[in-house]
């Protein structure tokens, strides 16, 4: 099987889109954040997380019973993300319920997610 490669043949430098890049570039200490972020958001358990406290907060047992997970491993999950500023928490007498922290964190995940959807419907995605 053939494996096609999209390369550039040119040997021009287009300096005004250069020059446009290194203007707009993220100072690198954002780009690790948001490196950490996506690695953070890239496991399937995390994800899961997000699709429950993007409707509605809940406590550790609420969630491990959504995913039939067990509330140590839930509680492991939710502590990174908590750690990383995308999930808060508050006390009600015994109990702690997790929301998202914000709203930027519930427009990332939707957004993924409408993307997904778009591409489902267009071609199979991988």
């Not at 690695?39 to 609420?62: A, N, P």
Request: proline letters at 1%.
């Amino acid at each position: 099987m053939e494996r096609k490669e999209l390369m550039c043949d040119c040997n021009i430098i287009h300096q005004n889109a250069v020059n446009i890049a290194l203007k707009n570039k993220p100072k690198e200490k954002e780009l690790e954040n948001l490196t950490t972020l996506f690695k953070i958001l890239g496991d399937s358990t995390r994800t899961k997380i997000l699709w429950i406290l993007d409707h509605h907060e809940m406590c550790v047992c609420d969630i491990a019973n959504v995913l039939n997970m067990t509330k140590s491993s839930i509680s492991h999950q939710l502590a990174i993300l908590r750690e990383t500023g995308i999930i808060r928490f508050r006390r009600s007498g015994k109990e702690v319920y997790y929301t998202l922290d914000d709203e930027h964190i519930s427009r990332l995940y939707e957004i993924g997610l409408e993307h997904i959807n778009h591409k489902l419907k267009g071609e199979d995605y991988a």
